[in-house]
C-alpha cells in the first residue's frame, strides 16, 4: 500500500511537470498565423490557469479564512470585510461541501452491484475515501505539483519514469 500510495505521488509529479511545455504552447502559437487570437488567448489561459491552480487552490481554499486577518492585522481587523469574512467563507466552503457530498452520492449510484462477498464494513472504506478528500488532494494533488514545478524553476530535470503495472491476470479487486 505504502509502495502504491508513492507511486501515485510520483505520476502525479511527472503529469505536473508538465508545465513546461507551457512556453512551448506560447512559443507555438505566437509563430502560427492560422489560429486565431481568441482561441491562442483561450487556450494558453486554460494551460497556466490549470498548472497554478493545481498547486495552489487547495492550499488557497485552506487559509482562505485565516490569510486575510494574519497578514492585514491592525488595518484589515477593523474593516467591514473582517466582520463578514467567517460568513463569506463559511459560505464558500458549505457550497464546496455542497459539491463534494453530491459527488460522493452520484458516484456511489453509479457503482455497479456490489458481489456476494462484498463485507458491510468495506462500505465503511469507501465512505473514508470521501472524507479523505481535503487530505489526499493536497498529499496526491497539491504537493507533488509543488515539487515539480520547484524542480522546474530550479532546472532540475526529471527523467522519465514508467509507473509499475501489475502483469496481466495477477490483478484482484479487493477494497
Known amino acids: 500500500m505504502k509502495e502504491t500510495a508513492y507511486n501515485q505521488y510520483k505520476q502525479q509529479r511527472r503529469w505536473a511537470y508538465g508545465a513546461e ?5 506560447l512559443f507555438g502559437f505566437m ?3 492560422k489560429i486565431s487570437l481568441w482561441k491562442k488567448c483561450y487556450y494558453s489561459l486554460m494551460q497556466i490557469e490549470g498548472f497554478w491552480s493545481w498547486s495552489t487552490s487547495a492550499i488557497i481554499l485552506m487559509l482562505l479564512g485565516w490569510l486575510p486577518v494574519t497578514l492585514g492585522q491592525g488595518q484589515f481587523t477593523s474593516s467591514i470585510l473582517s466582520y463578514n469574512l467567517p460568513s463569506i467563507t463559511s459560505t464558500l466552503m458549505t457550497l464546496a461541501m455542497v459539491g463534494l457530498v453530491t459527488s460522493a452520492i452520484v458516484s456511489t449510484l453509479l457503482l455497479p452491484p456490489t ?4 463485507h458491510w464494513w468495506k462500505h465503511l472504506f469507501l465512505l473514508l475515501e470521501w472524507i479523505l478528500i481535503p487530505i489526499t488532494v493536497n498529499v496526491f494533488g497539491v ?3 509543488l515539487d515539480a514545478q520547484t524542480r522546474l524553476m530550479f532546472g532540475k530535470y526529471m ?3 514508467v509507473t509499475p503495472k501489475e502483469p496481466k491476470g495477477k490483478a484482484e479487486y479487493n477494497l
Open 21 to 25: 511545455n507551457v512556453p512551448y504552447l
Open 31 to 33: 509563430k502560427n498565423k
Open 115 to 118: 458481489p456476494p462477498k462484498f
Open 143 to 145: 504537493l507533488p505539483s
Open 159 to 161: 527523467s522519465f519514469w
